[in-house]
């Protein structure tokens, strides 16, 4: 969204808890504002209106001044996670390793993936933590479908 002349209305960022619902505002160096977040898990690639009008509708109550902004792109974006909501990290065949799967702790979980990925890579020795991130720890995946996943 794009705030309206003069002062920036955001210099920071701002999260809350609205109805017991995530939301935060990210202000960019052109002015202009990131809102997020709403969550679902029903595959549906499309802007729930719903949830659109709700994340709306927080926000303003943590910065009613976002009433006066306009709003320039609405996008979901896929998060990949698995079944159990950890990673998948291991090598694959002998040239390939993969780190996939973090869904929303992808920041949170980067210094432990980036160090597993690494010492993977760099055929150093195993790390015990592995084990619970293992890609072959469903019964459904083989590494053919890992393959497939990760292209």
């Known amino acids: 969204m794009q705030g309206p002349p003069g002062p920036a209305l ?7 808890i609205v109805h017991r619902e995530n939301v935060y505002l990210v202000p960019r160096k052109d002015g202009s504002l ?5 969550v679902r898990e029903d595959g549906n690639p499309q802007v729930n209106v719903g949830a659109m009008y709700n994340l709306l509708d927080n926000a303003r109550r943590l910065v009613p001044g976002i009433s006066d902004c306009s709003l320039n792109e609405v996008i979901a974006r896929a998060r990949p996670a698995t079944a159990d909501d950890r990673p998948l990290i291991g090598r694959i065949d002998p040239g390939l390793v993969i780190s996939t799967g973090y869904s929303r702790h992808g920041v949170l979980l980067s210094p432990l993936g980036s160090t597993l990925t690494a010492d993977l890579t760099e055929h150093l020795p195993a790390s015990a933590m592995l084990k619970d991130v293992d890609p072959y720890r469903f019964p459904t995946y083989s590494s053919d479908t890992l393959l497939e996943q990760s292209s």
């Open 34 to 38: 990131v809102l997020g977040a709403s």
């Open 10 to 16: 955001v210099t920071r960022i701002i999260r809350g």
